[in-house]
Every structure is written in C-alpha cells, then in structure tokens.
C-alpha cells in the first residue's frame, strides 16, 4: 500500500513538474534573449546572429540582442553563456572554430563544449574555396601538391586556431607537403595579400572570396566541402582532385543554450529557429551569401557534436595544429 501511494505522490509530482515546465516554455521568452558572439561586428557570426535574432525576435514578439564578446577564437563568448543561467535567455551563437577546433588546440579551457552547453540548432554552413595567385602555375590540386614538393609555399589565414588554419594544415597533413602559415587578423586583410601576391595560397570562405575568383583576381582549384557546391557544379571537392579522401573543413554556425536548459525551452528556441531560416525574410538572404541553411533539431546537433569533437581532436593532433 505504501509502495503505491509513493508511486501514486512520485507520478502527481513528475506530472507537476512537467506542466511547470511546459507553462514556463509557453511564456518563454518574458524578457529579451541575449546572443552572445564571439567575434567582432560586421563579421559572419555577427551577421547571422543578428539576422537570425531579428527574426526570431519577429516572430515571438521579444527582442534578442546580439552581444559581440571578441577575443581567442570565441572562447570568451563560449564562456560567458557556459555559466550563465540555464533558462534560456542567454544564448551562444558557436562556430567549429570555437567548438570543435579551439577544445583541440587550447589545453585549459573554462568549458566543455559537450558538457557545459545544449545545443539548439545548427543553422547554417558554408565551404570554403581553396585559391591560388594567378601567378602560381598549378591549375589542379595535384598540380600545387607537385609545387609545394618542390619548394616551400605559404598560404594565408584569418587567423591562428580558424577555418582556414584548419584547412591548410589539414590539407598538408593529408598531402604531405609543407605549407608555411601566414595568420591575419581577420579574412579581409588576408585576401588582400593574397590578391596582391605577397602570399600564393589561400582557404577562403565563399562568398568572400568569390568576387574576386570571378574577376579573375584569384584562381579556384578546388572546394572544402564533401561534395561539390550547387552554386559551382564544375568546381571539385579538395578530396577528390587531390586525391585526399576524408578532407572535409567547413565554416557552420549554430546556436547553444547553458546546459540543464529545460528541455521544454530548448525545444522552443529549436522550433522558432528552424521556423526563421525557413521564412521568406531569411533563408533568401542566407542564400545570397553562400550560406547552405541546415536547420537540425537540437538531438541532431547534439548527436553531431558528441562525434565531431573526439573526431576533431585526433586530427588536430595528428596534424599537430597549434594556436601560435
């Protein structure tokens, strides 16, 4: 009798919590949400976050203000929202530089990117183009890979522990060959040298770099990504014009909520992200700048991260990828 009467107060109390849950998740957000980005202004973490916060913000009748925190590969944004509190309203817009890359190459850490947070949604992705100066003469992957054997070649980056410095040392690691690394502070100035010249080689987001591909500024030899861009049919991957099965470097952001979120909110901020990047108002502008909309559910995300991570650890180690 007992027995059931426990389980009789264990179940009313379960049933309680559940609708405290799902009554919160109705009222949420009660206040304006805060995104947290751990780049500068203007840049592309920036431009989705606001975008996505816009109408987000829209579409629930609350704001969701962007805060730029900037500074070693994210990790001071990542952080902040790690030990904030878990109801929601502060939220990390995070990259693979940050979550994938950065856990790799910075040995200590204040977070875990697996433990300390919940994924929301993984929102978008976008390849990067591997370039070369008009002036290099090599027209194929293999054909810079036959350079690069022959004498030492540098190749730019916007900066140590990014996409790009993962892209190139993957690259060499998987073909063999030395590349010098030349970090930036930021992809423009970069580009800007590797316009001119003074550094042949390059990793370069999409729709940075397309412009001056199609003005002949810059040649392209091949695409990050597993397959082939829609956008350049023509294009090869790096894996299959090299000849380096498992090259794969992508640039993708996503959103991450503090872990012990209720799940009930996290399936709300799931469902309203996944509703803005599917909205007329977003998802055209996400396409005009080369970004792929993704739109996973918070457990795609989540199973994503719990196998990438470990993944990303052995290649940054195999390759020996360092932050300096």
């Known amino acids: 009798m007992n027995f059931t009467r426990r389980t009789v107060l264990a179940a009313s109390a379960a049933a309680l919590a559940a609708a405290a849950l799902a009554a919160h998740a109705a009222g949420f957000p009660d206040k304006p949400v805060r995104i947290a980005v751990g780049?500068?202004?203007?840049?592309?973490?920036?431009?989705?976050?606001?975008?996505?916060?816009?109408?987000?913000?829209?579409?629930v009748g609350q704001s969701f203000v962007v805060e730029n925190k900037p500074g070693a590969t994210g990790t001071i944004a990542a952080s902040f929202v790690a030990?904030?509190?878990?109801?929601?309203?502060?939220?990390?817009?995070?990259?693979?530089?940050?979550?994938?890359?950065?856990?790799?190459?910075?040995?200590?850490?204040?977070?875990?990117?697996?433990?300390?947070?919940?994924?929301?949604?993984?929102?978008?992705?976008?390849?990067?183009?591997?370039?070369?100066?008009?002036?290099?003469?090599?027209?194929?992957?293999?054909?810079?890979?036959?350079l690069a054997k022959k004498g030492d070649l540098s190749y730019a980056s916007a900066g140590a522990g990014g996409p790009q410095h993962t892209a190139g040392e993957l690259f060499a690691?998987?073909?063999?060959?030395?590349?010098?690394?030349?970090?930036?502070?930021?992809?423009?100035p970069a580009l800007t040298d590797a316009i001119g010249g003074q550094v042949p080689v390059m990793f370069s987001n999409l729709p940075a770099v397309m412009p001056y591909v199609k003005a002949g500024k810059l040649r392209a030899l091949a695409v990050s990504s597993a397959r082939r861009h829609p956008e350049l049919p023509d294009l090869p991957t790096?894996?299959?014009?090299?000849k380096l099965p498992g090259f794969e470097v992508l640039?993708?952001?996503?959103?991450?909520?503090?872990?012990?979120?209720?799940p009930a909110v996290v399936k709300k901020l799931e469902?309203?992200?996944?509703?803005?990047?599917?909205?007329?108002?977003?998802?055209?502008?996400?396409?005009?700048?080369?970004?792929?909309?993704?739109?996973?559910?918070?457990?795609?995300?989540?199973?994503?991260m719990k196998s990438e991570v470990p993944r990303w650890s052995k290649l940054i180690k195999d390759a020996n990828i360092r932050a300096d």
């Open 39 to 59: 780049f500068a202004a203007g840049g592309g973490a920036d431009i989705v976050a606001r975008q996505l916060g816009h109408q987000m913000g829209a579409q």
């Open 251 to 262: 640039t993708w952001y996503g959103v991450f909520a503090p872990a012990g979120t209720p």
């Open 271 to 304: 469902t309203e992200a996944i509703a803005a990047l599917k909205s007329k108002e977003l998802s055209g502008k996400l396409a005009d700048q080369g970004f792929t909309v993704v739109g996973s559910t918070s457990q795609q995300f989540a199973a994503f």
């Open 173 to 188: 690691n998987l073909a063999k060959i030395k590349l010098t690394h030349i970090p930036y502070k930021g992809e423009a």
């Open 83 to 146: 030990k904030a509190p878990a109801d929601g309203h502060t939220l990390f817009l995070g990259s693979q530089s940050t979550m994938l890359v950065a856990p790799a190459i910075y040995p200590k850490l204040p977070f875990d990117p697996v433990q300390d947070f919940t994924p929301v949604s993984m929102l978008v992705s976008m390849p990067m183009l591997l370039v070369v100066h008009p002036s290099v003469p090599a027209r194929t992957v293999q054909e810079l890979v036959e």
């Open 238 to 242: 790096v894996a299959e014009a090299g």
